[in-house]
């Protein structure tokens, strides 16, 4: 069946340090691939996306780029702020239907210290 | 635009009682889902309506149900609530189609005592 796989957590780095969050994925078909971003008390905001392979989704300098030979979609970003502080969320949309349902990994909790 | 509206954000039920939580889809978005996070489960689907049918639906027990409206708001409804159900329940819209990105509101935080 269709799942994805993220680092478990949490993260901790100091500012300004460069952060990896692993994502593994296996799907049927060809799936389209996301980051959702939720900040404490809040909703999930979606951080950025890509629909085929090879696509580099990029927002706010974090950056993944689909990767089928590997199935995976590791989000990086070169320098991170306190504010980037939040819990992740990869996710794919179930490929080959009409649906929009998302499976999501089960969260890497980020923090950034000054 | 106004984004994804839930309500309530907040509230607390008694084991045993019935609980509506009310989702409005952004404007233009037909397909409406509903998404529960719990720290144990993580996020899981619900079920996903386009146009007032069910199209997709995630392996909760029938105690969970929802419909569409015909102005695409959406309600999700839980009977006989568990002390298990505990969690944030999240409403989401698209436009229709896998690739488009689906957009949250800020959840609605149900606590069964």
């Known amino acids: 069946g269709n799942s994805v796989t993220q680092m478990e957590g949490p993260v901790t780095l100091s500012e300004e340090a460069f952060l990896t969050i692993n994502c593994t994925y296996t799907a049927t078909g060809y799936p389209s691939l996301f980051w959702y971003v939720q900040y404490p008390g809040e909703g999930l905001q979606l951080l950025l996306k890509?629909?085929?392979?090879?696509d580099k989704g990029s927002n706010k300098g974090f950056e993944a780029t689909y990767r089928k030979e590997t199935t995976s979609f590791h989000l990086e970003k070169g320098s991170v702020q306190v504010s980037d502080s939040a819990v992740y969320f990869c996710?794919?949309?179930?490929?080959?239907?009409?649906?929009?349902?998302?499976?999501f990994g089960k969260g890497t909790t980020l923090s950034v210290s000054s | 635009k106004a984004g994804v509206t839930q309500t309530p954000r907040y509230l607390i039920k008694t084991r045993g009682q019935q609980v509506t939580l009310s989702c409005s889809p952004i404007?233009?978005?037909?397909?409406v889902s509903w998404y529960q996070q719990t720290p144990g489960q993580g996020l899981q689907f619900l079920f996903e309506y386009f146009s007032e049918t069910q199209r997709n639906k995630g392996n909760f027990p029938g105690r969970f149900s929802g419909r569409q409206f015909s102005n695409s708001r959406s309600e999700m409804n839980v009977s006989t609530l568990e002390l298990g159900d505990s969690a944030l329940y999240l409403c989401?819209?698209?436009?229709?189609?896998?690739?488009?990105?689906?957009?949250f509101g800020e959840g609605s935080w149900l606590t069964v005592v």
């Open positions: 890509a629909t085929k392979a090879d």
């Open positions: 989401a819209s698209s436009l229709q189609g896998a690739g488009n990105t689906i957009y």
């Open positions: 404007s233009g978005h037909r397909s």
């Open positions: 996710a794919l949309s179930r490929a080959n239907q009409a649906g929009t349902a998302l499976i």
